[in-house]
């Protein structure tokens, strides 16, 4: 058995669009996330469909060797096709079961482009660290400038004086999806495999 299979070396919880979008750049950041985390001995834990960003991660993770974690509510398993090929596929009864396990089983949280399923999770999981709920490292991919306005939003809040640096500091943001990922798990006192796909 592959190592990652039994003993991963990190578990990232990715947030991203139950849709592709429309420009080539996004699908690809997802599938070059998915090759990270699956070629490092690593972990993905998402949401458990198997549409859009959503699908592409995982099943690019599964092709490079990693191990996936789906978590999926009841109600959506027929609406987001949850990804059958997982190596856990968790079906839970609500939203709030989803999220509160995809938090537990995640060393670091990544976002990348998505919708408003997405938003919410990344600024879910960015306030419960600022009130210290949890202290795990939070990325944000910025494929293409998608999220250049929304940290021009933040910036607004900062300025008139709603949000403070240290908050922003909080997370990372990035638009290489090797780096990004590299400096989230580390931050996480956490060291990643050798790559499975250079041996
Ligand atoms: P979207 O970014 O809208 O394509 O959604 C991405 C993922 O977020 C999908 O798996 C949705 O089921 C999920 N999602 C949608 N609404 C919520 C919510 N309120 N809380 C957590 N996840 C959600």
């Known amino acids: 058995m592959n190592p990652a299979q039994s003993h991963p070396a990190f578990s990232v919880c990715v ?41 592409a991660v995982a099943s ?65 999981v960015w306030t419960w660290r600022q009130l210290g709920y949890h202290n795990k490292p939070l990325g944000l991919l910025d494929v293409g400038g998608y999220y250049a306005p929304m940290m021009d939003a933040l910036q607004t809040s900062l300025r008139h004086g709603f949000m403070n640096d240290w908050q922003m500091g909080l997370i990372s943001v990035g638009d290489q999806p090797s780096r990004l990922l590299a400096e989230l798990v580390q931050a996480a006192g956490l060291t990643p495999g050798a790559d499975l796909s250079r041996i």
């Open 60 to 124: 690019s993770t599964l092709k490079a060797g990693g191990r996936v974690v789906g978590v999926i509510p009841k109600a959506l398993v027929d609406k987001e096709l949850a990804k059958q090929d997982c190596t856990e596929l968790h079906v839970v009864e609500t939203m709030h079961e989803r999220k509160k396990m995809m938090a537990e089983r995640a060393d670091v949280f990544l976002t990348l482009p998505g919708g408003i399923g997405t938003f919410e999770e990344f600024f879910e």
């Open 15 to 55: 947030y991203c669009g139950s849709r592709e979008g429309v420009d080539a750049p996004f699908f690809e950041a997802a599938r070059q996330v998915g090759q990270w985390i699956g070629s490092r001995h690593g972990q993905l834990v998402y949401g458990g469909g198997n549409t859009g960003l959503m699908g």
